[in-house]
């Protein structure tokens, strides 16, 4: 996979540190899949510089609806954290702990494309899919799971799951957005389409509090 960089609109070139100390310090960073092997990081030091160039790309439309679905999510803060927190963590275990036993039946990876493919379609016309969702991975060699992002459910934390994810594989989804604190506050990644992420090459692996996939 060939990775281009931009920091407000500026290709960025030079040692791969270099462009991850720029990207650390922006408000928003994205990643769009432009090619089949080709994806482009981009960087932007203020939202308003973001909101101004996604304005004129395909996914707007998701954007402005991923802002308006975080700001109804909010007002459930201070009277819903916990419970909401916690029913999120219940439901994302048993999400996992079904991922697993498919992984583990059909001898695949937890971290293959089929596996993943597979939960996402449904093994048979008898047995239901278990993802509509990102899948959010850490770095460690068996790529263990930190958490399951299912499409159109904002998670305002990812509990122990948060600042461990280092690449997330988009099954269904238009839009992912991730932000490194939790109910959707401060600074934010946003990837455009399916496939899969390294949050290595946009300065966010490690970093990811909460989440939005529509």
């Known amino acids: 996979m ?7 609109e ?3 070139n030079g040692p791969a540190e270099t ?4 990207l ?6 994205c990643t769009v899949n432009v090619a089949e092997q080709l994806q482009e990081v981009r960087g932007f030091r203020k939202d308003g510089d973001f909101e101004g160039w996604v304005r ?7 954007v402005e609806e991923t802002k308006e679905l975080v700001t109804r999510s909010r007002a459930h803060e201070s009277q819903d954290a916990q419970r909401v927190v916690e029913r999120q963590r219940i439901l994302n275990q048993r999400t996992v702990e079904d991922l697993m036993e498919l992984s583990q039946r059909l001898d695949l990876a937890p971290t293959s494309r089929e596996l993943l493919d597979l939960a996402h379609r449904g093994v048979s016309p008898l047995e239901p899919p278990i993802l509509h969702s990102a899948v959010l991975f850490d770095n460690s060699p068996s790529g263990a799971v930190t958490f399951i992002l299912p499409t159109g459910i904002p998670v305002p934390s990812f509990g122990g799951g948060n600042d461990r994810t280092s690449q997330v594989d988009i099954i269904a989804a238009a839009v992912t957005t991730l932000w490194d604190r939790t109910w ?3 600074a934010s990644h946003v990837m455009f389409g399916v496939g899969l992420f390294s949050l290595f090459n946009s300065a966010f692996d490690n970093r990811a509090a ?3 996939c529509l």
């Open 2 to 8: 060939k990775i281009r960089h931009f920091l407000d």
């Open 56 to 62: 004129g790309q395909p996914f707007a439309a998701k």
């Open 184 to 186: 959707w506050r401060g």
């Open 24 to 29: 650390a310090q922006c408000a928003v960073t």
């Open 19 to 22: 462009r991850r100390t720029a």
């Open 210 to 212: 909460s989440g939005i």
């Open 10 to 12: 500026k290709e960025l």
